[in-house]
């Protein structure tokens, strides 16, 4: 156990639905990320969010966004979903804003029908 | 734009054989440079870390990695492989910004193990 929660692990939804992916952070981290894997694209970082603000943002499409929220958990809303949205998406976390490394959640298998 | 190249899609090694899988980065000045491992089903978890000093760095489960500056290179080994050893293995690298503290990964190696 990494001591990132993702929730739900699995998640099968229709075309044109939207969903929302709830990550909590390691005790003591104050940084999360988003990154979305696919079997065409990889690893894709897709946003960093620090102590409750915006840091960094990376191949995040407009139907797609995120918050964290006073509690430092963490959610990520898909909307209009395609079936080109299915993939892996994993949350990690760091202490810091500009961490050396972090550390995985197992991630939420998003499969878009 | 950074950019992070593991030239080797698939691996096939017996058990016992030893093991290197190469990583090679674009980058203007030397970033911060990791290899995660991840197992079917499972998340990624960081196998080691480079960020300066001794360019042979040790990491988890009997894995070690030398940063070559002059090749920009990365390449992670082990000396004898076990069957657990079977997974998908990803360099990454980053830098550390004002801004924040994005990943850049490879597209992954994936490491069959033989009996």
């Known amino acids: 156990d990494s001591g990132v929660t993702q929730t739900p692990k699995h998640l099968i939804t229709a075309t044109g639905q939207r969903v929302t992916l709830r990550c909590s952070p390691r005790?003591?981290?104050?940084?999360v990320y988003w990154y979305q894997q696919s079997l065409d694209q990889g690893l894709q970082f897709l946003i960093q969010?620090?102590?409750?603000?915006?840091?960094a943002k990376g191949n995040i499409l407009e139907r797609f966004s995120a918050q964290q929220f006073p509690d430092l958990h963490s959610e990520l809303n898909l909307s209009s979903l395609e079936l080109g949205d299915s993939a892996l998406y994993f949350c990690?976390?760091?202490?810091?804003?500009?961490?050396?490394?972090?550390?995985f959640g197992s991630g939420t298998r998003l499969t878009v029908v | 734009a950074q950019s992070v190249t593991q030239p080797d899609i698939h691996i096939t090694v017996s058990e016992g054989a030893s093991l290197e899988l190469r990583c090679n980065y674009s980058?203007?000045?030397?970033?911060?440079l990791f290899w995660y491992v991840q197992s079917p089903g499972q998340g990624l978890q960081l196998l080691l870390k480079?960020?300066?000093?001794?360019?042979l760095v040790q990491g988890i489960k009997g894995f070690e990695a030398e940063f070559k500056r002059s090749q920009s290179s990365f390449n992670l080994r082990k000396p004898s492989v076990h069957w657990s050893d079977a997974a998908e293995y990803f360099c990454a690298v980053g830098l550390l910004k004002a801004a924040g503290n994005k990943l850049t990964f490879g597209g992954g190696t994936r490491v069959l193990v033989k009996p």
């Open positions: 969010y620090y102590n409750g603000e915006e840091r």
């Open positions: 480079y960020f300066s000093g001794d360019t």
């Open positions: 005790s003591g981290d104050l940084s």
């Open positions: 990690a976390s760091s202490v810091a804003a500009q961490a050396y490394g972090y550390t």
């Open positions: 980058y203007g000045a030397t970033p911060y």
